[in-house]
């Protein structure tokens, strides 16, 4: 079984801060999710990776296999980035983080 | 993008009600919907794995005769959670990819629902 661990579990920061959320996993994968899930529970597929790194806007993943382990960064913090950040891996059906719960303040 | 509507948001209804739960993908044919369910201030565990035409494989410790999943269409997937108790009472979201293992596709999720069971 795979686990997987996020951290932290909360996160509050000034807005315009620099944001690593971290996401470790015990057993191979071919694809990690980053997730965005707002206030009212909805979802937002944020990344799928499987090597590297990927931007999207002020968004960064990157994936490091060998280690197991992946960082979703934030540029320019802003309080609509207040959401949960989870991780997800396969193989086979996807296994979740946690979440980390992120608070940006103006 | 790829957009899954699920319905209702929100549920209220007293025990021994059965509830159902929709699944659509608005703009792209989902051969694979997942059924997740979700205890506050916890990660997403899957209930079970609806394909298109076929019966729905259910994780252990989900009962089937509990929460039946039909998935009659490319677009369409239900969950009916039926003769609910309070216990029933969780977020319940499902999420939508065009084909293959879910964790090798983009997965697309609906915004969920909150069940409450009085």
């Known amino acids: 079984k795979n686990e997987v661990e996020q951290s932290p579990q909360n996160l509050t920061a000034q807005e315009g801060e620099f944001i690593t959320i971290n996401c470790s996993y015990s057993?191979?994968?071919?694809?990690l999710h980053w997730l965005q899930q707002h206030p009212g529970g909805g979802i937002v597929s944020l990344f799928m990776?499987?090597?590297g790194k990927k931007k999207h806007g002020r968004l960064i993943a990157t994936i490091n296999i060998q280690e197991k382990h992946s960082s979703l960064h934030i540029t320019a913090s802003h309080p609509r980035d207040s959401a949960v950040y989870i991780c997800?891996?396969?193989?086979?059906?996807?296994?979740f983080g946690t979440g980390t719960r992120l608070t940006i303040i103006p | 993008g790829a957009v899954v509507s699920q319905h209702p948001s929100r549920v209220i209804c007293k025990s021994g009600t059965s509830v159902k739960i929709e699944c659509r993908s608005l703009?792209?044919?989902?051969?694979?919907m997942f059924w997740y369910r979700q205890f506050p201030k916890q990660s997403l565990m899957l209930m079970a794995t609806?394909?298109?035409?076929?019966?729905?494989?259910?994780e252990q410790g989900v009962e089937k005769d509990k929460f039946l999943i039909n998935h009659a269409s490319l677009t369409l997937s239900t969950l009916t959670v039926t003769s609910a108790h309070p216990e029933d009472s969780s977020f319940y979201i499902c999420?939508?990819?065009?084909?293959?293992?879910?964790?090798?596709?983009?997965?697309?999720f609906g915004d969920g629902t909150r069940l409450s069971i009085l």
């Open positions: 999420s939508a990819s065009v084909q293959g293992a879910p964790g090798n596709q983009p997965q697309h």
């Open positions: 057993v191979g994968i071919s694809a």
């Open positions: 990776l499987s090597s």
């Open positions: 997800a891996v396969n193989p086979t059906q996807l296994t």
């Open positions: 703009d792209f044919q989902a051969t694979t």
């Open positions: 609806s394909n298109e035409g076929s019966k729905a494989t259910y």
